[in-house]
């Protein structure tokens, strides 16, 4: 998802978890497939970028635009004449819970595998000055 407002500019990359077991473990491999998609994605960080893809892909569904609906010629107008101030990169995957993140302690290879595959897409984000914020489920 591709979310702006004024001048700022979210893309959102979401994924949903393979069971409901409030005892699930971080899955390596679902986080692989979400900040591939991310870094594949940063693209869009850039205004132009966004501005060439929703011409090619002729989009006619809903564009909302700081929380009303407008047309993408309306839409496309408008981010030309916008500068971004804020860039952000959004990753939710709900293999990972707020209790992984809290307990430093106990890391297993699978959080150690983890915490490395996400400073390194961090660091990618902050090196084209982009925020990189990441959601666990609770």
């Not at 409030?22 to 132009?48: H, P, Y």
Request: net charge positive.
């Amino acid at each position: 998802f591709i979310y702006l407002n004024n001048n700022e500019l979210i893309v959102f990359h979401i994924k949903g978890a393979s069971n409901k077991n409030k005892t699930r473990k971080i899955s390596t491999s679902a986080f692989e497939v979400v900040c591939g998609q991310a870094l594949k994605n940063i693209k869009f960080s850039q205004l132009d970028n966004v501005v060439d893809h929703l011409k090619r892909k002729n989009i006619n569904r809903r564009i909302w635009k700081n929380g009303n609906m407008v047309t993408l010629d309306k839409c496309l107008i408008d981010l030309s004449k916008n500068t971004l101030t804020k860039k952000s990169i959004v990753v939710f995957q709900p293999h990972l819970k707020e209790s992984h993140i809290k307990d430093t302690m106990n890391r297993d290879h699978r959080q150690k595998t983890l915490e490395a595959l996400l400073y390194s897409v961090n660091k990618s984000c902050k090196g084209i000055d982009v925020n990189f914020y990441l959601i666990a489920d609770k």
